[in-house]
């Protein structure tokens, strides 16, 4: 079984339309749908914004459901010049750019608990979603490192602190909990973004115009990625 999660409904819904045999289980408040997608068998899950809602959410899934690998879709900020709207990310490790205990004398970044700054993602699943963002007309895919925090990046110079300090190609607010809570678990997952817009002072215009077009892009991504495995 493979677990997807969204933070968002559009995030989420054109894996659930095209899914068989749905069932649905509500868990901490969250709704998971089981079924088929294309004779495998998926559990699916919005999470809501932010990493707090995103870790429980993985938590949840893999003590109910045990998946065996958990893959989060969904919309970020591009942080890279090669990566252009409705371009796709894959992240090949996640961070945490708001997690800062520098003045213990830690490296910006580092988790406590699992102490990392990098958290890495299963190489199957990357080179998997890699390979299926290829067969998608007109979209390319970037493999890189993915940041996570609690903030809406909308500010040039948020946008270059967190390429400088993390070599980052995207940012967005759920990935690197999720990373975090399935490394933890010992479960394989991937992390994708679509852009949806360039973390800059125009992101919030650039966001809901672009919103549906980069979610449809991920979603096609996971039914090939799912196909696939």
Known sequence: MTG?????????????????????????????????????????????????????????????????????????????????????AVAESLVQHDMDTSPLGDPLGFISGINVVNIPCDEKVVDTLVACVGKLDGIKALKGVIASGDQFIADAAKKDFIKSNFNAVVCEMEGASIAQVCYTNGVPFGVVRAVSDCADGSSHMDYGEFLPMAAASAA????????SI
Not at 28 to 36: N, P
Not at 220 to 227: D, P, Q, T
């Open 4 to 88: 997807i999660i969204g933070a968002m409904r559009i995030e989420v819904e054109t894996i659930r339309s095209l899914m068989e045999n749905k069932r649905s289980e509500v868990v901490g408040g969250v709704e998971y749908i089981t079924g088929t997608l294309h004779g495998k068998e998926v559990v699916t899950a919005v999470c809501g914004i932010g990493k707090v809602a995103a870790a429980m959410c993985a938590q949840a899934m893999i003590l109910k459901f045990a998946p065996e690998r958990i893959i989060n879709t969904g919309v970020g900020g591009s942080l890279s010049e090669k990566l252009a709207i409705g371009d796709i």
């Open 220 to 227: 096609k991504l996971i039914e090939s990625f799912v196909m």
